[in-house]
Structure formats: structure tokens, C-alpha cells
């Protein structure tokens, strides 16, 4: 069983989130990664280990940001999908990258 968890950016995004059809495409977004996790691209760089999955809704670019992690537990192993960040695609790297330097 896939755990899923969102760091503080993602879950104030969405949360946010009044645009039921918008929301509805995250939701399908996210269920898409925890069918399977390596569906995103796969970042380089500064970004390496952190995968990009693109929405597109109303003529404008929407970004999700996630990583996969295994986590060690009484039972074995356990597969994670952290939801790091969502948003529009403008400025979305570089916020990304200023939120994982703190």
C-alpha cells in the first residue's frame, strides 16, 4: 500500500483550490501517481529525485511536484508519495527550489 502525505505548499494550494474543476484534475493527478509513481518527469539538476507531473486547465499550466521515498516500518518496506508542491507553472521551479533550500 502506497502512503500518500503533502509538505505545507502543496496542502495551502490546494486547499485554496475554489475551482471545483481544477480541484478535480489534482485529485485524478494524484490518483494517476499513486497508481504509478514514476508516471512524472523526472527532474535534473538542483531538482534530481523530484518528479513533475503538468496539468493543463483553461489555457494555463499547472504543476505538481512529488517525490517517492520508501520508509522503513515493523512490517517491511512502505512506498511514499510526497506532494511537495503545486501551483501554476510560472515562477513554479524557482519557488520550488527557494522551498527546498530552507
Known amino acids: 500500500m ?4 503533502f509538505l505545507p505548499p502543496a496542502a495551502k494550494f490546494l486547499k485554496k483550490l475554489k475551482d471545483k474543476r481544477l480541484k478535480k484534475l489534482y485529485k485524478d493527478a494524484i490518483d494517476a ?9 523526472e527532474k ?7 518528479r513533475g507531473y503538468d496539468i493543463y486547465y483553461q489555457k494555463t499550466n499547472y504543476e505538481l511536484a512529488y517525490t ?14 510526497i506532494v511537495i508542491m503545486a501551483g501554476t507553472r ?4 524557482d519557488e520550488l527550489k527557494r522551498y527546498l533550500n530552507k
Open 90 to 93: 510560472e515562477n513554479f521551479y
Open 44 to 50: 535534473t539538476g538542483d531538482l534530481a529525485g523530484i
Open 68 to 81: 517517492v521515498e520508501y520508509i522503513q516500518n515493523n512490517d517491511g518496506e512502505k512506498q511514499a508519495v
Open 33 to 41: 501517481i499513486m497508481e504509478d509513481p514514476g508516471i512524472g518527469s
Open 2 to 5: 502506497t502512503e500518500l502525505r
